[in-house]
């Protein structure tokens, strides 16, 4: 899938404006969240929500456009990006100035959205949702590896057969024709 500016700017501002307590989305949380998100929705649908790359960072998956994202909406005001002291180090705080136009996502987009949003940021920390996304396919990426969303099937490591070995080649000659 190709990648959506659009889709990926309004998905960043949706999330932080659904989290109306800045103290419980930080930027660990947020990047789990838009991870999560696209990789459901690929595992859902075949392909991510807005065909972002992501790369392996110390504390998980990373979009590779956030920072310059996050700066063009601060640069709009429709968001305020904070880094506010926290247990001795520094949190980032993300406070929506303006309500976000999601009439860009689908239906189902918008249930898979959400359902991600509630989980991670009202059910975990950041450590415990950090614990879920260093699975077998993120620690075999090096810092700074491009993680592909299908990587997300194969979190879960079995015995693998050459029909499988085939199936992965027709996936993923026809992933890259499309990108």
């Not at 904070?82 to 980032?92: A, E, H, L, V």
């Amino acid at each position: 899938m190709i990648f959506s500016k659009d889709k990926f700017k309004t998905l960043v501002h949706y999330i932080c404006w659904k989290c109306e307590d800045p103290d419980k989305l930080g930027a660990i949380k947020l990047n789990k969240v838009l991870w999560f998100v696209d990789t459901i929705a690929f595992c859902k649908t075949g392909k991510p929500i807005t065909g972002v790359q992501y790369v392996k960072q110390k504390f998980g998956p990373v979009p590779k456009p956030i920072l310059p994202i996050l700066r063009e909406l601060a640069t709009e005001q429709k968001l305020l990006v904070q880094d506010i002291p926290f247990y001795g180090k520094t949190k980032r705080h993300y406070v929506s100035l303006r309500d976000p136009d999601f009439s860009i996502f689908t239906a189902e987009q918008m249930e898979i959205i959400d359902d991600v949003l509630k989980t991670i940021v009202f059910e975990h920390s950041a450590e415990s949702i950090s614990k879920l996304t260093h699975d077998r396919v993120w620690k075999l990426a090096e810092v700074g590896e491009t993680i592909p969303h299908f990587a997300a099937l194969a979190s879960q490591l079995g015995k693998i057969n050459e029909d499988d070995m085939a199936w992965a080649k027709t996936r993923l000659d026809a992933y890259n024709a499309a990108a």
